[in-house]
């Protein structure tokens, strides 16, 4: 059984990303926050659905190890370029290939959502597509925004809630939220089903493993 039980249960979110902690405290719910430790390598054929899915379900798992009765959120998301599935870049010569690669085209990010009953062991996975239309792109624009913000730790090396709205034609998806990595309208959609009342006061406290 689903039903939030406000006693014996907190909600989790499995992640080290200061944007999802952001993009969560904008639901006003208690929550605590603790960094997964999985690894994220694609499989050999994996598509970026299976991909993102499995990572998000990955790290919820990882994190209800030490969180056994509590309801875990897992997240994870990757881009779609014309050479296949790209992740967060490594360094800077790989976020100007990113860029470089997308100028003027069409880059569909995907973005796995899990929410996981660690006391039940059950979870609502969803994938959540968003596409992004770049404007052309030169070297110049884009080392300017790399310089400024540093997007190492975004997928496609593209940090949508700062400057690289710079980057960006226009978009089209059912969650801005999923352009930044947490669906929210879908995650309020899962917390409800299990019973949990998707209000109250913000306390995102961090967790010493």
Request: aromatic share 8%; net charge negative.
């Amino acid at each position: 059984m689903n039903n939030f039980d406000p006693i014996e249960q907190k909600v989790i979110l499995a992640s080290s990303s200061v944007y999802r902690r952001q993009l969560l405290s904008k639901l006003g719910i208690d929550f605590e926050y603790d960094a997964p430790s999985i690894d994220e390598t694609p499989l050999p054929t994996e598509s970026a659905e299976d991909l993102v899915l499995r990572l998000a379900l990955q790290k919820a798992q990882s994190v209800a190890m030490r969180h056994p009765t509590d309801f875990i959120i897992g997240s994870d998301q990757v881009a779609v370029h014309p050479s296949g599935i790209v992740g967060k870049p490594k360094d800077h010569n790989q976020a100007v290939k990113q860029l470089l690669e997308v100028s003027g085209s069409k880059v569909k990010l995907y973005t796995g959502l899990v929410l996981l009953n660690a006391k039940t062991g059950e979870y609502q996975p969803a994938v959540i597509p968003f596409n992004v239309y770049f404007r052309e792109l030169d070297q110049t624009v884009i080392e300017a925004y790399l310089e400024l913000e540093k997007p190492y730790d975004c997928a496609g090396s593209l940090k949508a809630e700062g400057l690289g709205i710079w980057l960006i034609e226009k978009f089209d998806g059912d969650d801005l939220n999923a352009l930044i990595g947490l669906p929210l309208i879908q995650l309020v959609s899962m917390l409800t089903n299990w019973g949990y009342p998707v209000f109250g006061t913000t306390d995102n406290r961090a967790i010493d493993a």
